[in-house]
């Protein structure tokens, strides 16, 4: 399987090269942006090239088959066994201020979350409604991409998961490290979830071809180019 560098901005400015799938690349697009890709690395100027994640480096069917309902049918053993952990406790107060924003601005699925007083188990409850309904609507938001990751980590740890990457990605990250040029990650995915997917491959260790990972929190792509610029 090979993978869908359909979208690609050389911005004339810039040495780095944003790569981004859309969801139904076109062939002939597809054809013309790879043949843009290898003129752009080939003519030197290009230092560094950024990848997001799903149908660029990975199959979509990999985040919306395999990670996304994992950690859906896996949010409330989550929740149960971490509760009273630091890390929860950060996750927790995260969806929480998320869903008092949904609830005022009436967002689908948003159920209000009740005070710690009111048990465990209630509070458990209505956190993976909430977290059921961002995951069903695909939500990209700090709060949901934070648990996910937090989540995926038992999965990689225990090997339920492995990270699915492309089979022309591990030679083409080996070819840019080998000729200088650095490779990021940017993906709505957390910073923590994608060391785990590019750490655990089914092609191994990658991550010693990547030189850095930006989620969401950093803004949108086109301030990770401005960022990547200054350095
Ligand atoms: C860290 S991988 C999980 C990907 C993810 O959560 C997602 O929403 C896909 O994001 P992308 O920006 O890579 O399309």
């Known amino acids: 399987m090979r993978s869908h560098l359909s979208s690609i901005s050389l911005p004339s400015h810039s040495h780095h090269i944003y790569a981004r799938s859309a969801t139904q690349p076109g062939a002939q697009n597809k054809k013309k942006l ?3 890709i290898r003129i752009a690395l080939a003519g030197t100027p290009q230092r560094s090239v950024v990848l997001d994640i799903e149908g660029t480096t990975s199959p979509i069917s990999f985040v919306t088959d395999v990670l996304f309902p994992y950690a859906r049918d896996n949010v409330r053993t989550h929740l149960d066994a971490t509760y009273s952990t630091r890390e929860t406790k950060d996750d927790i107060a995260l969806l929480r201020a998320q869903v008092e924003q949904d609830l005022a601005e009436g967002v689908p699925g948003a159920v209000p979350v009740p005070p710690d007083g009111a048990g465990k188990d209630r509070v458990v409850d209505a956190l993976v409604a909430n977290v059921e309904a961002m995951i069903a609507a695909d939500r990209k938001i ?3 991409k934070q648990l996910q990751g ?15 990457v492309f089979d022309d990605v591990p030679p083409a990250l080996e070819r840019w490290h080998a000729s200088g040029i650095k490779t ?9 979830a994608q060391r785990l997917i590019f750490g655990n491959t089914t092609y191994g260790d990658l991550r010693r071809h990547l030189c850095g990972f930006f989620d969401a929190t950093i803004g949108y792509a086109v301030h990770l180019v401005s960022h990547l610029s200054a350095h």
């Open 34 to 36: 790879r043949a843009l």
């Open 142 to 144: 700090t709060s949901l």
């Open 184 to 192: 990021y990650i940017y993906s709505s995915g957390s910073r923590e």
């Open 150 to 164: 937090h989540i995926w980590r038992t999965g990689f740890e225990c090997q339920e998961i492995k990270g699915v």
